[in-house]
């Protein structure tokens, strides 16, 4: 019989503590990892798991209903705006983006960032024309096309952006006021700053980063938008129904629902959107001015691009890089490897990755280069 547990060859770290730097599923702060376990046999003295509470009962619906509140404290959403907590993840969404906000027929405008912005492209070009209004391909995407650049059709349904390309390492740095709705995929940065919520149509981001698990994912729309389903679409699919229906209209995913509950808590108790942007940025800004100022690692993307949240970089000797991340997990340094399309490393920092995560990364960054420089 197969059993799940952790591979026998997973590396002792050297001195106790590990860091994920996953870029998702991501760490967890282990103040929420341990409040579901506390948690998990009884919720809230109910005498039930909340793994086994219905989601139509009084004690699931008012969890439901305090993450929504949370989640319009922390980000001050407008009244005009219904949040969905919808199921899958934001690849879904790529999908369902044109199925409900396009008429048959209408185009809709993507930016080309990256990645997960080509990915959104292929997959949203399968339901609707499509007008790319800027690429980054060009550079190799190594900085993002400033707003002046982009060829935007006022006619189009929405305008589309990646406000952070997980596995680029590039991020939007400011939203622009457009004619048309503003789209976002903000699954790797949302809840990581402020953010001007009125400026956009829609916000779409996966949970497994900031939020919590996989399984969920949570939606931000304009009244506006919600237009009845088009024929075909299945109804849990329909961001109309699901806001008529308060994201009930099938079982939520309840357990991934309770962890982005305790982690709206967990931000709130950090001291809001304004204090983890200014921990990011700090976090971000020490390991790029050591890459900056390193001969052994190297950062390709432009200064005024990159991601406060996944720090991309290489080893000028790419032959360095599998004793680079063998050593860094035997420090206890977890999941460094770069995404698998783009390669080297990448260092994810989410909300939950403490200063002294990337303190010791840096030291064991600094150890690595006295050996190999
Ligand atoms: C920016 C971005 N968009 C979309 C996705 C896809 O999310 P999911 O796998 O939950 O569909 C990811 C996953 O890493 C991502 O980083």
Redesign the pocket.
């Known amino acids: 019989m197969a059993c799940i547990c952790f591979p026998e060859d997973a590396p002792a770290p050297r001195n106790g503590e590990r860091y994920n730097f996953a870029?998702?599923p991501a760490m967890l702060p282990p103040t929420v990892l341990a409040q579901i376990q506390d948690e998990l046999p009884d919720w809230q003295g109910s005498g039930l798991s909340l793994l086994e509470q219905p989601f139509t009962g009084a004690p699931f619906k008012g969890l439901m209903h305090e993450a929504e509140q949370d989640l319009r404290e922390l980000l001050t959403i407008p009244p005009n705006y219904r949040v969905l907590f919808m199921h899958?993840?934001?690849?879904?969404?790529?999908g369902l983006l044109p199925l409900n906000l396009l008429a048959p027929g209408q185009s809709a405008d993507y930016l080309d960032s990256g990645y997960?912005a080509a990915?959104?492209i292929a997959e949203a070009r399968r339901h609707a024309p499509l007008n790319i209004i800027a690429s980054g391909a060009g550079d190799d995407f190594r900085s993002i096309a400033p707003l002046e650049q982009w060829r935007l059709d006022p006619r189009a349904g929405y305008c589309h952006i990646?406000?952070?390309?997980?596995?680029n390492g590039l991020q939007l740095q400011h939203f622009p006021e457009l004619s048309v709705p503003l789209v976002a995929?903000?699954?790797?940065d949302f809840l990581t700053r402020p953010l001007p919520v009125e400026r956009f149509g829609l916000i779409y981001a996966?949970?497994?980063?900031n939020l919590g698990i996989?399984g969920l994912?949570l939606l931000i729309v304009h009244d506006d938008l919600l237009e009845a389903p088009r024929p075909g679409l299945p109804s849990p699919f329909s961001y109309a129904l699901q806001a008529e229906q308060q994201s009930r209209l099938c079982t939520p995913p309840t357990f991934a629902l309770y962890c982005a509950a305790l982690m709206l808590c967990w931000i709130d108790q950090q001291g809001g959107l304004a204090v983890v942007a200014d921990a990011n940025r700090h976090k971000s800004q020490l390991l790029y001015q050591h890459i900056d100022a390193s001969d052994l690692y190297h950062c390709r993307q432009r200064p005024a691009d990159r991601s406060a949240i996944n720090v991309c970089f290489h080893l000028r000797d790419p032959r360095l890089l599998p004793e680079f991340l063998r050593e860094a997990a035997a420090a206890g340094l977890l999941n460094l490897q770069g995404h698998a399309a783009i390669g080297g490393v990448r260092v994810s920092l989410y909300n939950a990755m403490p200063l002294a995560g990337v303190e010791r990364l840096l030291a064991f960054m600094r150890d690595f280069e006295r050996q190999h420089g």
């Open positions: 870029a998702g899958g993840g934001a690849t879904c969404q790529f997960w990915k959104a990646t406000s952070n390309e997980t596995a995929d903000m699954s790797s996966s949970a497994q980063k996989a994912c």
